[in-house]
């Protein structure tokens, strides 16, 4: 089963589409990745978070691991990353990383996810978090395989 990756917002601009496809293209079995993109909320503020996430929530199944993609989560590194992954799905289950609207997500994604990360202190518009994270999600499979593409 791929992982997959949800993100609200519009679709891929082409810019990151590119890079996207670039390193989708790379990703073998197990660390293969669907995309589901969910609409942005027609509300602001909390209201759109609440929407946004129910949305998630309703795509969810309960034995779905999820990584939520928060700029208050821990940090990890590639290698810590790598290990994450490749230990759920070799166990054969199903790893969901999310990326949240503008505005977030509320508690009950939070307190669903398994861990909540962040990738840097600083703050990245969403297209480029998709970007970001699709070569981290290579560069778990490449870590995992043991070749020249990580360097510690």
């Known amino acids: 089963m791929p992982i997959s990756i949800f993100a609200v917002g519009k679709k891929h601009e082409s810019w990151v589409n590119e890079g996207i496809e670039r390193y989708q293209k790379r990703l073998k079995v197990p660390f293969m990745a669907q995309w589901v993109l969910l609409s942005h909320s027609g509300y602001d503020g909390p209201k759109a978070r609440q929407e946004e996430s129910e949305r998630i929530l309703s795509r969810l199944k309960p034995e779905d691991v999820v990584v939520l993609l928060d700029e208050r989560g821990r940090q990890l590194n590639s290698p810590a990353l790598s290990e994450l992954i ?48 699709i070569e981290q999600i290579y560069r778990a499979q490449e870590i995992s395989l043991g070749s020249a593409y990580h360097h510690d």
């Open 86 to 133: 490749t230990q759920e799905v070799n166990n054969s289950r199903h790893l969901v990383f999310i990326i949240g609207g503008a505005y977030g997500v509320d508690e009950t994604i939070h307190s669903r996810a398994k861990i909540v990360w962040s990738l840097s202190d600083l703050v990245f518009p969403h297209q480029l978090v998709r970007l970001l994270l």
